[in-house]
């Protein structure tokens, strides 16, 4: 007899004995943004640390999702995230600003070096594709690869898979994208070659009227080298009208452009209606997502300035997925919390961001860049900034798993600011730290004094912003 019995719709799988492939004192389950951050930080303190990632690369959205853009100031950056965009400033890798362009080739070496010097370990090519848990406490994962089926324990797990695939897997309770269910679009970026910079210069100093007003998202500075374009509203107009270009395409948004090599980043195909947690959606995102980027080029080509004689140089190599669950978590994180400057006991550190105050800029229901969409087209942007509270972290119903991603315990409305690259980078390196300590203690995250937790993320760079009451001053010495 096989191993699978057939029962009407039902594959019915003959229980089996599966090989533990090793024991650590922190998982971190995704090397994402906030994976990398979270093994580093945690091979830092000592810890034994194994990072499980499903691609060959580490940095996820920002690196093989070619977001070469960090949303946030240079100067909120504090901790890893500082740590690793200096290291690009160094290099020429990377431009300090309001918004901060870099290079996603570089970031990826820069993260796989400092894993490497902390002495954590990468599993590439792999997939969590089951928790372990003992009494409400995950013990460790399952994952998949060319190896086949293996357990992996550890002291603490840390889920960022940007997903919360391990913290579903545990049991935990979440909810997706919006109060109705509703997910921000997914998005394929790519980068194209030959742009005639002058003639794009041209334009946008000659159509001020084409573009977004706010100068934390259109500016345009060649004494900088600098450039961020978003609008060429009139002419993406007369292409959706002429079906040229798809449906729900209303701007056109060139997220940076470099002077030096004539290669610009485009971040326009918007594809709504995809569930990120679903393979089946996830392809036919991916399908539609080709698609409209196929029609971008063709038109930029034939009709925007400066790219006439453009080619395609690159595209990302993963699908650009926005929000999917949010963990139910200890403490969750909404937009009044956010707007109101609350602070908390339990803040592991500040973010900071360019938003419109209480509107959507990548909104589910779609009209992006469209006429009625304020966000992208009249209001300023404000300069945001709020506390990122420890409790937010942690799944509610789950014990010894950290979150660590654009999953973390928040509203939607919250999350628009906090699925970001620099607060992902900052909740991986709490995360991490806050792993080894349990490691190192032998408590659970939960139990974790959170003093202990501030202390060590003071002396390793991060800006609280504050005092801590109850942490001495000399805590960070």
Request: charged share 20%; glycine share 10%; with cysteine.
């Amino acid at each position: 007899m096989g191993r699978y019995q057939i029962d009407g719709a039902m594959a019915v799988e003959q229980s089996r004995d599966i090989p533990i492939a090793g024991h650590y004192d922190v998982i971190v389950a995704g090397g994402g943004t906030a994976g990398s951050g979270a093994a580093v930080a945690a091979g830092r303190m000592g810890a034994k640390t194994l990072l499980i990632e499903r691609a060959s690369y580490l940095g996820g959205t920002s690196t093989g999702g070619m977001m070469g853009v960090m949303w946030g100031p240079y100067d909120s950056y504090s901790g890893y995230c500082k740590e690793v965009v200096d290291d690009m400033l160094a290099m020429g890798a990377a431009q300090p600003g309001a918004i901060v362009n870099f290079d996603p080739a570089t970031l990826k070496q820069i993260h796989l070096d400092k894993l490497q010097a902390v002495g954590a370990a990468p599993l590439f090519y792999s997939y969590v594709v089951d928790a372990m848990v003992e009494d409400g406490a995950v013990r460790g994962v399952v994952v998949e690869n060319k190896s086949g089926r293996q357990a992996i324990l550890a002291r603490t797990v840390i889920d960022a898979t940007a997903d919360g695939d391990v913290a579903a897997f545990a049991g935990a309770d979440f909810q997706k994208g919006r109060s109705d269910g509703a997910m921000r679009p997914v998005t394929v970026l790519f980068r194209l070659g030959n742009v005639d910079i002058d003639a794009l210069l041209s334009y946008a100093q000659e159509h001020p009227d084409q573009f977004m007003a706010d100068e934390h998202v259109n500016f345009v500075s060649p004494q900088e080298r600098k450039m961020r374009l978003a609008g060429f509203f009139d002419l993406i107009t007369a292409g959706r009208e002429a079906g040229e270009l798809d449906a729900d395409c209303h701007y056109l948004r060139v997220e940076s452009v470099d002077f030096e090599t004539g290669i610009a980043l485009i971040n326009t195909v918007r594809v709504y209606g995809i569930d990120g947690t679903d393979a089946w959606q996830v392809t036919k995102g991916e399908l539609a997502a080709r698609r409209q980027m196929a029609d971008l080029i063709r038109f930029m080509q034939a009709k925007v300035p400066g790219f006439q004689n453009a080619f395609l140089v690159d595209s990302s190599d993963m699908l650009g997925v926005r929000e999917t669950r949010h963990v139910v978590g200890e403490y969750i994180l909404t937009n009044d919390d956010i707007a109101e400057g609350r602070q908390f006991d339990d803040v592991i550190g500040l973010n900071c961001g360019h938003l419109p105050p209480n509107q959507e800029v990548h909104s589910p229901d779609g009209n992006e860049g469209g006429q009625s969409d304020r966000a992208n087209r009249a209001d300023p942007w404000s300069r945001i900034s709020h506390e990122i509270p420890y409790g937010m972290m942690l799944a509610k119903n789950v014990d010894n798993l950290l979150l660590a991603g654009r999953h973390v315990s928040a509203t939607h409305e919250a999350d628009r600011i906090m699925r970001h690259i620099p607060p992902c980078i900052m909740v991986g390196q709490a995360a991490g730290t806050a792993a080894a300590l349990c490691a190192e203690l032998d408590v659970s995250p939960k139990r974790l004094d959170v003093r202990r937790l501030q202390a060590c993320l003071l002396r390793s760079g991060v800006d609280l912003g504050r005092p801590i009451p109850g942490l001495e001053p000399n805590a960070a010495q």
